[in-house]
């Protein structure tokens, strides 16, 4: 019986998972490296932004079910759900991943399960046993025996920013243990708060599963991306044509946007390119497309300033998050821009970004402004559809709109 969860990595997918787990009365204790997530935590608050999210740490922590600490602490079941970014050669960076299963290797019991959550190329849940046997090789895990002393599995997420909490409980699962056993138990851990199916296969396809759902997306934001490129040269409106396109019964063409951004989409599909190079051709192909898209919106902006009446028009750039109604900026192509520009145009960058009050990763010669400074800019850069830009007045600008109406 599970009975105390630990769940590593207090993030976007840690924190409201150990939020949700608490709310079904299981004992939590959330461990993370940065110091101000634990005492916001603690204080019954939460330190990013999520619909609902912040009502239920707070019943969690006040119900005396979650708490948050810096250090891993011994539980029945551990879920690792930190970051796994990729090196500058786009090789996948498995350092976050190695440090929390040698942070909780000192603490694990004989009967415990252990279940990776983060996005993960194939293979990393057995390298996950190697990391926590070399801290302790008194344990027996289900790379050495099909009886292990400590069960293993992956179990990836996979919801949508700002809709959270809801997929938490109603999307599938795939449950992916290293045996048959560790599956089970996997599955007896979720079937707590997860009212979709839960999916049981082997880890090696649970990690690839992940990794080609976001692909999948990826590449048809790439046709998108690709199509807004060829209507601009061709001047066609790429909105009428997707709209009129799409009125085919087998058509659904995405918006074209500003790139892709985000810890998933943005990432995963180059630890497939990184395993098979060879055969991952549209994949890579498809990555490339997208990870251009912010290159050509900088110089649509360039060339616009080029051709401004006023010499030196200030830009206000408004969104800076990865997608609308958030406020996270990993991988974000809008962050990107704006930073380039910041350092490429020598008149005034503004950027508007109403879901965050201050962050560091934006670029010193570019400031974070209200909604209402930014109006007063020369030219209006829309690179994120959030809700608070749809009822703002641009008449009267020069309007660069890479997300459509």
């Known amino acids: 019986m599970l009975k105390t969860v630990s769940v590593i990595g207090l993030g976007y997918i840690g924190l409201p998972t150990a939020a949700m787990l608490a709310s079904r009365k299981l004992r939590v204790i959330g461990v993370d490296v940065n110091q101000h997530a634990v005492d916001t935590i ?27 600490q810096t250090k ?16 500058d050669d786009l090789s996948p960076d498995l350092s976050y991943v190695e440090a929390a299963a040698k942070s909780i290797a000192p603490v694990l019991a004989k009967g ?21 046997k070399e801290v302790r090789p008194d344990l027996t895990l289900p790379t050495d025996s099909n009886s292990p002393d400590i069960h293993v599995a992956y179990c990836p997420e996979r919801v949508l920013p700002g809709k959270v909490v809801q997929e938490l409980i109603s999307n599938d699962r795939i449950v992916g243990g290293l045996t048959p056993a560790c599956s089970e138990m996997a599955k007896q851990l979720y079937r707590t708060f997860v009212a979709g199916e839960l999916l ?12 080609t759902e976001n692909s999948f997306r990826d590449v048809n934001i790439a046709f998108a991306n690709e199509l807004s490129l060829i209507c601009d040269k061709l001047n066609i409106n790429v909105w009428e044509l997707i709209r009129m396109a799409n009125r085919h019964p087998r058509v659904n063409i995405l918006t074209p946007g500003a790139g892709v951004g985000g810890h998933c989409i943005a990432v995963d599909p180059w630890f497939i390119v990184h395993s098979a190079p060879e055969q991952a051709r549209l994949i890579r ?7 251009f898209k912010p290159e050509w919106v900088l110089q649509k902006v360039m060339t616009t300033v080029a051709n401004h009446a006023l010499n030196k028009p200030s830009v206000a750039c408004f969104g800076l998050a990865f997608k609308p109604d958030i406020d ?58 959030h809700k608070a830009f749809a009822s703002c007045d641009f008449s009267g600008k020069t309007v660069i709109n890479v997300v459509g109406q």
């Open 42 to 68: 603690n204080q019954g608050k939460i330190h990013i932004i999520e619909p609902d999210l912040d009502l239920l740490v707070n019943a969690a922590v006040t119900g005396g079910y979650l708490s948050a």
């Open 72 to 87: 891993a602490a011994p539980a029945d079941a551990f879920m690792i759900a930190v970051p796994t970014p990729f090196f």
């Open 112 to 132: 415990n399960l252990v279940v990776l959550e983060s996005t993960s190329p194939v293979g990393t849940t057995e390298l996950m046993c190697k990391w926590i």
């Open 200 to 211: 049981e296969t082997d880890a090696r396809t649970a990690e690839m599963s992940k990794l």
């Open 285 to 291: 192909t498809a990555r490339e497309v997208n990870d």
């Open 328 to 385: 996270d900026l990993r991988e974000s192509p809008a962050l990107h821009i704006v930073n380039k520009l910041a350092d490429t145009y020598e008149g005034k960058v503004l950027a508007v970004e109403p879901n965050v009050e201050s962050t560091n990763k934006l670029n010193a010669k570019a400031q974070l402004v209200s909604l209402e400074q930014g109006l007063a800019a020369d030219i209006i850069v829309i690179l994120v559809k």
